[in-house]
Nanobody, 125 residues
């Protein structure tokens, strides 16, 4: 069982930056692949970024590639999403998620076993 708690969301102007954190409970954090997803009002939840257990492999949605960076600190049981050059279309609730393994694709919501409650990111124009 893993409990995930996101933080770091807020209101920022276009072009600004935010860093989201996701703290995980339990002693087995390093055994989970981690992902960030987001959901804007009226839209489906979508993949943002993912990172492997060791942090050696990452994947990004095309819409955020080059602007967002996912990282993890297994000693602190935390995964991060550093967001630069934010755009109004990045406005959404951001969720972190944990997967015991990726069998098909790190981008597939169905791969993830545990989800946080989400943190709101609002980018004003």
């Amino acid at each position: 069982q893993v409990q995930l708690v996101e933080s770091g969301g807020g209101l920022v102007q276009a072009g600004g930056s935010l860093r989201l954190s996701c703290a995980a409970s339990g002693r087995t954090f390093s055994s989970y692949c981690m992902g960030w997803f987001r959901q804007a009002p009226g839209k489906e939840r979508e993949f943002v970024a993912a990172i492997s257990r060791s942090g050696s492999n990452t994947d990004y949605a095309d819409s955020v590639k080059g602007r967002f960076t996912i990282s993890r600190d297994n000693a602190r049981n935390t995964v991060y999403l550093q967001m630069y050059s934010l755009k109004p279309e990045d406005t959404a609730v951001y969720y972190c998620a944990a997967a015991s393994r990726w069998t098909r694709s790190a981008r597939d919501l169905g791969e993830y076993d545990y989800w946080g409650q989400g943190t709101q990111v609002t980018v004003s124009s």
